[in-house]
T-cell receptor, first 114, second 116 residues
Framework: AQSVTQLDSQVPVFEEAPVELRCNYSSSVSVYLFWYVQYPNQGLQLLLKYLSGSTLVKGINGFEAEFNKSQTSFHLRKPSVHISDTAEYFC????????????FGSGTRLSIRP | DAGVIQSPRHEVTEMGQEVTLRCKPISGHDYLFWYRQTMMRGLELLIYFNNNVPIDDSGMPEDRFSAKMPNASFSTLKIQPSEPRDSAVYFCASSLAGDRGMYEQYFGPGTRLTVT
């Protein structure tokens, strides 16, 4: 079975500052990893995903994440945030098995200060 | 594609009433999921279907909750009778199936349910 931990429930940053949202996972098998974003009053939408290959994954809106197998982490980063990035961000993990389902973290609320 | 469609977007009902939430997944998707989101409990998976068959309903909180998927383009989540603690945003999501199971999920806009 898999589990995912998002270490920060809230992250406040100033506009144009860099940000990192942390995600660690636990699994006894190889995994797929995802980051989703939820804007206020909307459903979740996929930001980026890691399936295989390069450990640095680029997503929409200037976000990127790096898969670190040794540290079982998949942290999300953006070099310069904008007010429009204010949202809740969910990390998710899924095992390679065809029977595996996607497990979501508890979410990190990113608030941008002008 | 129009994406995952949910109706209604908002539902206000009185305790004890039956509530039916509806979902139309993305055409061609093999999996359909129902989630509930609250401030206290976050995002919870209630049930999911593969090719219209329920695979895992371990997240359904009580017998008051039931879900059906009569065909590939429609699913319902029913609560009967509803209680104030059922107040939440309910999301439907769908995904394709690949060689190794489900791929990323696409979420609908959600139904905000308020039970008074």
């Amino acid at each position: 079975a898999q589990s995912v931990t998002q270490l920060d429930s809230q992250v406040p940053v100033f506009e144009e500052a860099p940000v990192e949202l942390r995600c660690n996972y636990s699994s006894s098998v190889s995994v797929y990893l995802f980051w989703y974003v939820q804007y206020p009053n909307q459903g979740l939408q996929l930001l980026l995903k890691y399936l295989s290959g390069s450990t640095l994954v680029k997503g929409i809106n200037g976000f990127e994440a790096e898969f670190n197998k040794s540290q079982t982490s998949f942290h999300l980063r953006k070099p310069s945030v904008h007010i429009s990035d204010t949202a809740e961000y969910f990390c998710a993990v899924r095992g390679y098995s065809s029977a595996s389902k996607i497990i979501f973290g508890s979410g990190t609320r990113l608030s941008i200060r002008p | 594609d129009a994406g995952v469609i949910q109706s209604p977007r908002h539902e206000v009902t009185e305790m004890g009433q039956e509530v039916t939430l509806r979902c139309k997944p993305i055409s061609g998707h093999d999996y359909l999921f129902w989630y509930r989101q609250t401030m206290m409990r976050g995002l919870e998976l209630l049930i999911y279907f593969n090719n219209n068959v329920p695979i895992d309903d371990s997240g359904m909180p009580e017998d008051r909750f039931s879900a059906k998927m009569p065909n590939a383009s429609f699913s319902t989540l029913k609560i009967q009778p509803s209680e104030p603690r059922d107040s939440a945003v309910y999301f439907c999501a769908s995904s394709l199936a690949g060689d190794r199971g489900m791929y990323e999920q696409y979420f609908g806009p959600g139904t905000r349910l308020t039970v008074t």
